[in-house]
């Protein structure tokens, strides 16, 4: 089964960076679709970016132009490398074996999350 540790959360102002990294286990890193997702307060948890085996990317149109998702085959870990930070940002963030755009009812029911880590972006 499929297992991943999240971590380069943090807390930063407006306009910051994080890399944020996912080390993946159980599945090779390039060997399927693979996704970031996060969940702000009092929110569902939503899509952000994909990077899908044959290395396309795609991004929600509230990180394109600031997000980057990519990964290290040899460490087995995903990336998400966030510029240009803003307040709306803040959310605990997820890397999953799922690829935006996925709809609520799949999200939801998706049950092999890893623990996230917190984004806080402060204005």
């Known amino acids: 089964q499929v297992q991943v540790m999240e971590s380069g959360g943090g807390f930063v102002p407006t306009g910051g960076s994080l890399r944020l990294s996912c080390i993946v286990s159980?599945?090779?890193?390039?060997?399927?679709?693979m996704g970031w997702f996060r969940q702000a307060p009092g929110k569902r948890r939503e899509g952000v970016s994909c990077l899908t085996r044959l290395g396309l990317t795609y991004y929600e149109d509230f990180v394109k132009g600031r997000f980057t998702i990519s990964r290290d085959n040899a460490k087995n870990t995903l990336y998400l490398q966030m510029n240009s930070l803003k307040p709306e940002d803040t959310a605990m963030y997820y890397c999953?074996?799922?690829?935006?755009?996925?709809?609520?009812?799949?999200?939801?029911?998706?049950?092999?999350w890893g623990p996230g880590t917190q984004v806080t972006v402060s204005s």
């Open positions: 999953a074996a799922l690829c935006p755009p996925e709809s609520t009812s799949t999200i939801a029911a998706y049950n092999n």
């Open positions: 159980g599945l090779p890193v390039d060997d399927d679709a």
